[in-house]
């Protein structure tokens, strides 16, 4: 009514006279101009007519207008009465419910209006007869009722009755012979039906029965299919319509008796008469057998019994009885198969099929469920035919392979057949939905499967093609669409009902590999999951199949791999998704499969292998599958043999790789690590490039090599036959763009793995994914810098500053990935430029490689300088950074020894097979030839690879003096130093850490200016336990080999004078600077001898033994592990002395015993290390053969500094002999030294304390040791009045940066002074105030600096401890008396120096506890106490000269308050002006430390 009110607006019929009606009149004459009945504008036309009259019984418009118009519009059309009558039916009807009389009367008015132009006799045909009586058209309505209906029973009801009496037989045999004459002559159909017509009226024929006999002569004569159709078409233009369709349909209800076989002939009749829409399909239709409904059910039931079939063979552990009944009751059914009961309508259906009337047949079809009448041979085979028909010409245009034939077939006779197809877009009006219609019993007709695969080809090479319009490319979209489907919906379910067609495969493949691997994989997605569960035959297929497979894998070992080998070919070339789930789901659970299942895989095709691909990343992909284990500390097993099953199949068989390293980015872009397993054993297999850190040495240094040499020797299992593997896995990289992406994201996630992957995990499970994370790039990276070319390679990575800064890439990992690209730049150049001059001298050559370096690193250099801040380039210039990050070892060392091995295993071999008398001549020869092409690789390489080592350490040396720059400290230099270069890096990887130690000895014999060797390994030794603590595994094992090489080095040097002498007695690295009280000489430049370098070693063993016995101790799992994992991998080198190795030995054992049945991990590594360690001790020395302990002089009295900033924070030389002496003291110490961290605040505020009372004393002690001659002591106060000797003493006492526990203090002050006398308490009392007052005016002052020197100090107090322990290791030597904190003799005679002046030196001994560790806290502590006692009781002062010793203090108490005025004085402008330099006589603390800083510039003091 909405859509009608819009044509009669009811402002129309207001102004109905002045302009309503004209316009209503011009809307119906546009409406009325489409004479169609089925148009829109005639239900329009129909609708103002229905609300012209709804208004006039509704009142609003009079009858007689209406009537009146309708008249005029009358003559618009000249079915206009009917519609009338049509309108006036719908009106009545509603009229005679309503309840309102008006509008019924209203509606009569307009009918009788109407009646002069709308005949009664349509009105009688549609109006009601009651209606009919009350308007007067009739008389009465009950006798127009009963009328009517005797009419309609005879004339639809009524059976006519004939005489067949009356019939005469002569009649119907020359009916017969009629139509049974020969009808190739010039006898037409009307002639034919003229005389039939004759004959109907001379013998009074029955019109039915003759047209029956016309039928039965028609299934006899199918030759003249045209004359019979045109005889019925004109027969029954004088018949009713529906009579031939009954005719028809009788005679199929005559052939539905039991046992009843359709004829043929009769289907093919139906079929004709069908075509030429003689008869009407739904008329026909039901008078067919068997019912839909009993169709649908018998559908149904064959799904159920399939699916009982699947259910009974997934039967396990039947007895071998069952199964033999089992057997037999299979035989008993096939042998019951019964003759299944005729099918009328699938008769028809192909009669429809084989004349070509696919339409017809398609309307049969959709009655029925999915491919229920394909499933019968005799449809499915019709419709290949039809088929083959319809692609002819296409087919023979682009399909037929080149020098093939064929059979061509022909076309059918019938000019109602489907269109044949000459193009491809021909294809989308019948043939796609014909194959739609076959579904998977395409597999009847093979041929045509080959047909259709090839024109898919030719249809994906010209999709693929360019060159065409927007329009043609939208079509050609349509139909790879509809290609996509078909291959879907009927060629995969085809292949699968097929017998083993390996041809098939192929063919297919070759269409599929066209497709890209996303529409593949969807593809046989669907084929997996779906396709099998769309047909009973399907599911009946897929159980055989797990069957077939459940047999083969029981038995399949690698004994018998050729024959089960085969039969999984067998089976996979029909089913392979089934098979390989099935596979893949036994090699999760047994790992021991995966090497004959590799090798049994070889008889596939290579479908088969894309098939299996998909599979494996399905199963990878398994979101019900858990890939941890059940503790959440492991990779679940399943997913660690489906990764090794990876890698070997791909490495072994050409299988697109796209896809799964496509799998592999999306995993690690969703945040999932975990999978990178993949990644590492597919590299590792295809590449033959292995990560592991179980490398023993030999195979390390075999890593420094050549690519021959890593591949002959660097390796566990020498994987041969890598290079078509990786060539492909090279072109799946680069086709799909995945080589960088991948190393960025995997670069990105190592970091990430923490965060965003930790969470509540555990700790070590944590640390195997960061593990694995980082072993994957370094294994990938690896294997792009060695396969890609150097054009692919340099066009794809990004320069270092663009991945660190934008990219975000940690920069160890930046420069693992840019390095090739530096070598690979540099190598380039270096060509050009030999090219361009190529009679050149060597020197030449070298300069021409130093041209090329700078030409490429000098971008390299500018481009550091924004990855870090500016401070960080005060102290190493971008030069070195880039310098160290930018080589490997393979730069730096030849391995010789290595080289020289694999020439040896080489010619072993060769000799080998000399002697085999077993081996032909012919294999002799190859295998000789390989071996003797391989020694001269190897050679070849070495001699190329020395040239360039020559080349790299010449230009090392003359870069050496720009690296280290002096604008700040060598404390901090060496800081930037570790912190940037060495730490990051020799974690990275084995050989990283190897190259880390190597550097850094390369750094000290190159005499590298402004490098403290001794500093450096001073750092790398002390205090390692926080750098143990927070390494994952695999980055412990990493520092353990570089402590390792560090401690090789060290070794070498302690263990022959020779050595030492020649390898580090002039270089600077082990330049010192000696500081001695009463010498007027300055800072003096020395070099450390041999003997304290014995004891400066033996200090970093004491200290790696107290971090270790740490670890052990903390109980931490993380701690233990990993201290086992450094210590096994620096067992060759340490424990070196006996008590350490006790005590270690201890420590460990106490580890076995608590660990046992709690952590297995634990109790296996330190079983391990606990028996490497017993076969050690035959190795281990005695202290004493370590390193000499001589008796401590008296009256030694010396100040000795490493750098004018402080001291380093772990002592040189000052591991005391109290606590060296015992192990068990040692560990006791270690147990203290966790209380030592609380303590540090209160310690600072006493020693400071301590120091503002003692004026120029280096320390409390020093205060007390009084000299035994009056005249030395008078010398001593001469000496101090000098200038120099108050810069000396002042420079012999530091201020400590940590603070100590005022009770310590004041215990240490107290032993040491031990006053004898009441008035010496009296004394001691009145100082102890002196110093509490001075210390309330002087810490305030102090601490300011201290805050503002923070950083300064922390970077000075390791070297500082460096000299102090250096010192105290200083023994007696050649008759010569040395101090016990032992100042460092110089190898320059001193002959200026009598001895009284050396028995007056004071050992002024500057502690400084370390703000990093409590161990060296606690350290300092106890050599402070140690060192204190014995000083008191060499220097006890006598009482004779008590009365002079006090008269002493009370003036050097008042100049203490005297210079305690001055010092705050200056440090009031100090605080104001913030300025560093100072002059020689000041005698405050952090003007000092700052004076140091300015000195330090390139000498270390110990």
């Not at 064929?406 to 877009?425: D, H, M």
């Not at 066209?514 to 779906?530: A, D, I, S, T, V």
């Not at 041209?851 to 070195?880: N, R, Y």
């Not at 390494?1031 to 004078?1057: I, K, P, Q």
Request: aromatic share 8%; charged share 30%.
């Amino acid at each position: 009514m909405e859509a009608a009110s819009v044509l009669v607006r009811v402002e129309w019929i207001k102004n109905w006279e002045k302009s309503g009606r004209g316009d209503l009149l011009d809307l119906c004459w546009l409406l009325s101009k489409n004479k169609s009945h089925g148009s829109s504008t005639y239900r329009d036309f129909q609708r103002a007519l229905y609300e012209l009259s709804h208004h006039v019984i509704k009142g609003n418009l009079k009858p007689e207008q209406a009537a009146d118009f309708l008249n005029d519009i009358s003559e618009f059309r000249e079915d206009m009465p009917s519609i009338l009558a049509d309108v006036f039916y719908m009106l009545d009807i509603e009229t005679t419910v309503l309840e309102e009389k008006s509008k019924r009367d209203c509606f009569m008015q307009l009918v009788l209006a109407c009646l002069y132009f709308v005949s009664d006799t349509i009105l009688k045909e549609r109006l009601d007869p009651e209606t009919l009586e009350s308007l007067g058209l009739i008389k009465q309505s009950q006798q127009f009722n009963q009328r009517s209906v005797k009419i309609k029973t005879k004339l639809f009801y009524k059976q006519q009755k004939f005489n067949f009496l009356r019939e005469e037989n002569e009649g119907y045999a020359k009916l017969i012979a009629e139509l049974g004459q020969d009808l190739s002559g010039n006898i037409t159909s009307d002639l034919i039906l003229e005389n039939i017509k004759s004959l109907i009226g001379c013998f009074n024929l029955d019109p039915n029965r003759v047209l029956g006999i016309i039928l039965d002569a028609f299934e006899c004569r199918p030759e003249y299919n045209d004359f019979f159709i045109s005889l019925l078409e004109s027969y029954m233009n004088r018949c009713e319509p529906q009579t031939l369709c009954h005719i028809l349909g009788f005679k199929f209800k005559f052939y539905q008796e039991p046992n009843g076989e359709t004829p043929s002939s009769l289907y093919r009749v139906a079929a004709v008469l069908l075509q030429v829409n003689l008869i009407d399909l739904n008329d026909l239709y039901v008078y067919l057998l068997p019912a839909d409904n009993c169709i649908m059910d018998e559908y149904k039931r064959e799904m159920v019994e399939a699916k009982e079939i699947v259910r009974k063979l997934m039967v396990v552990a039947l007895s071998s009885e069952k199964i033999d009944k089992q057997e037999k009751e299979k035989e008993k059914e096939e042998e019951k198969v019964e003759k299944p009961p005729d099918n009328q309508k699938l008769g028809l259906l192909e009669a429809l099929l084989k004349i070509g009337d696919w339409q017809h047949a398609q309307n049969i079809m959709v009655q029925m469920p999915p491919y229920y009448a394909a499933s019968h041979q005799l449809i499915a085979l019709a419709i290949c035919r039809l088929i083959h028909i319809t692609i002819e010409p296409l087919y023979r245009r682009v399909g037929v392979p080149k020098g093939a034939k064929g059979s061509p077939v022909n076309a059918l006779q019938n000019r109602r057949a489907p269109k044949q197809a000459e193009s491809f877009e021909d294809l989308k009006t019948d043939v796609f939905n014909m194959f739609c219609y076959l579904g998977p019993h395409l597999s009847c007709d093979p041929i045509l499967f080959a047909k259709v695969v090839r024109i898919g080809k030719s249809f994906m090479k010209e999709f693929q093609s360019d060159g065409r319009t927007q329009e043609d490319k939208e079509k050609m979209e349509v139909i790879l669409s509809c290609l996509l489907g078909i291959t879907d919906q009927v060629l995969f379910p085809s292949l699968s009902l097929m017998d083993c067609n390996a041809c098939m495969t192929e063919e297919l493949w070759g269409m599929l590999k066209k497709f890209p691997y996303q529409h593949r994989y969807r593809l046989y997605g669907q084929w997996k999951n779906e396709t099998y569960n769309s047909h009973p035959l399907l599911v009946k297929v897929k159980a055989q199949t797990i069957d077939k497979a459940k047999y083969i894998m029981k038995r399949l070992t690698k004994e018998n791999v050729k024959p089960y080998g085969r039969q999984i070919g067998k089976l996979s070339h029909s089913n392979p998704t089934i098979l390989f789930d099935y596979i893949l789901a036994q090699i999760q659970m047994h790992d021991n499969l995966i090497s004959p299942v590799v090798d049994s895989l070889k008889y596939l095709t290579s479908l088969n292998y894309d098939v299996l691909a998909y599979c494996i990343i399905e199963a990878l992909a398994n979101p019900e599958k858990e890939r941890m284990k059940h503790d959440d500390t492991t990779i679940s097993s399943w997913l660690r043999h489906l990764a090794s099953f990876c890698g070997a199949v791909f490495h072994k068989y050409p299988i697109d790789l796209a896809a799964l390293l496509q799998y592999v980015a999306n995993q690690l872009k969703a945040g999932r690590s975990i999978d990178l397993l993949i990644l590492k054993e597919v590299v590792h297999k295809m590449a033959g490039i292995e990560i592991t850190e179980e490398m023993t040495t030999e195979q390390l240094e075999a890593m420094t090599g050549g690519e021959q040499l890593k591949a002959e020797g660097g390796y566990f299992g020498q994987i041969r036959n890598t290079k078509k593997s990786s060539q492909r896995l090279k072109d799946a990289l680069l086709d799909y763009d995945l080589a960088l992406p991948l190393c960025l994201i995997i670069a990105q996630q190592r970091n990430g793995v923490i965060f965003q992957e930790g969470g509540e995990k555990h700790l070590e499970l944590v640390g195997k994914l960061y593990d694995q994370c980082h072993d994957t790039l370094v294994q990938f990276g690896g294997f792009l810098a060695s396969n890609l070319s150097t054009e692919d390679y340099t066009k794809r990575v990004p320069s270092i500053d663009v991945l660190c800064n934008e990219f975000h890439i940690p920069h160890d990992a930046a420069f693992f990935l840019s390095r090739p690209m530096y070598a690979h730049h540099i190598s380039s150049k270096y060509d050009e430029l030999k090219k361009s001059d190529k009679g050149s001298k060597q020197q030449h050559k070298v300069h021409k490689y130093i041209t090329s370096c700078e030409m490429v690193m000098a971008p390299v250099h500018e481009a550091v300088v924004s990855l870090h801040v500016s401070k960080v380039w005060d102290g190493i210039s971008p030069q070195f950074y880039a310098t160290f990050w930018s080589l490997t070892m393979y730069d730096l060392a030849v391995p010789h020894t290595s080289y020289d091995r694999e020439v040896s295993k080489l010619k072993v071999q060769m000799k080998a097979v000399d002697d085999n008398q077993e081996m032909p001549p012919n294999k002799k020869k190859k295998e000789k030839e390989r071996c003797s092409a391989l020694q001269d690789k190897l050679l070849a390489e070495e001699k190329k690879q020395m040239a360039h080592v020559q080349r790299v350490l010449l230009r090392l040396k003359l870069e050496k003096d720009n690296w280290l720059l002096a604008k700040s400290t060598k404390n901090e230099t060496i800081t930037t130093f570790l912190q940037l270069c060495i730490f990051p890096r020799c974690i990275f990887s084995a050989i990283d850490a190897v190259y880390c130690a190597r550097f850094v000895e390369l750094v000290h014999q190159q005499k590298t200016p402004n490098f403290s060797t001794l500093v450096c390994y001073d750092r790398v030794f002390s205090d390692i336990i926080f750098t143990v603590a927070s390494c994952t595994e695999n980055e412990a094992s990493r520092y353990g080999r570089f402590l390792c090489c560090m401690l090789e080095t060290v070794t070498r040097w302690h263990s022959d004078r020779a050595t030492y002498e020649k390898e580090c007695g002039n270089y600077p690295g082990f330049l010192t600077i000696l500081r001695a009280t009463g010498f007027d000489g300055g800072n003096q430049a020395d070099q450390l001898d041999y003997e304290t370098f014995r004891h400066v070693v033996h200090k970093w063993h004491y200290k790696l033994t107290k971090a270790s016995v740490h670890c052990l101790e903390t109980g931490e799992y993380i701690h233990i592990r990993n201290i086992l994992i450094v210590l096994t991998k620096i067992l060759p080198c340490y424990p070196k002395v006996l008590n350490l190795g006790q005590a270690l030995e201890r420590r460990v054992h106490k580890i076995c015993q608590e660990e046992k049945g709690k952590r297995p991990r634990l109790y296996a590594l330190a079983s391990g290390y606990s028996g490497k360690l017993k076969c050690r001790k035959s190795c281990m020395v005695p202290e004493n053969e370590f390193h000499h302990k001589d008796p401590t002089p008296k009256n030694a009295v010396a100040s000795v500094h490493n750098e004018p900033v402080g001291g380093s924070s772990s002592s040189i030389g000052s591991a005391s002999k109290s606590h060296e002496s015992s192990a068990e003291e040692n560990d006791k110490s270690m147990e203290r030294s966790q209380c030592g961290v609380k303590a540090v605040n209160k310690a600072s505020s006493a020693t400071l304390k301590g120091n503002s009372s003692n004026g120029n004393s280096g320390f409390n002690s020093s205060k007390i040791i009084k000299e035994n001659d009056k005249e030395k002591r008078k010398e001593k106060e001469k000496r101090e009045k000098t200038p120099e000797a108050r810069a000396l003493s002042k420079d012999g006492k530091e201020k400590p940066k940590e603070e100590r526990p005022k009770k310590d203090e004041k215990a240490r002050e107290t032993k040491e002074r031990t006053p004898k006398t009441n008035k010496e308490k009296e004394k001691f009392k009145k100082e102890e105030k002196a110093k509490d007052e001075k210390f309330k005016t002087t810490v305030p002052n102090i601490d300011s600096k201290l805050t503002q020197e923070k950083e300064i100090e922390e970077e000075s107090f390791r070297e500082r401890d460096i000299a102090k322990e250096i010192k105290s290791k200083e023994n007696v030597k050649g008759g010569e008396k040395r101090p016990v904190s032992g100042p460092l003799k110089s190898p320059v005679p001193r002959s200026d120096i009598t001895e009284p002046e050396m028995e007056q030196k004071r050992c002024k001994i500057d502690m400084h506890p370390s703000p990093s560790h409590t161990s060296t806290i606690k350290d300092s502590l106890i050599e402070l106490k140690e060192s204190s006692a014995k000083l008191y009781l060499i220097h006890t002062p006598s009482p004779l000269i008590k009365s002079k010793e006090r008269e002493t203090d009370k003036k050097e108490l008042d100049k203490s308050r005297e210079r305690s005025r001055e010092r705050e004085k200056k440090d009031e402008k100090d605080r104001k002006g913030r300025k560093r330099h100072h002059s020689n006589n000041d005698r405050e603390v952090l003007p000092d430390l700052t004076k140091r800083r300015k000195e330090e510039n390139g000498t270390m003091a110990v």
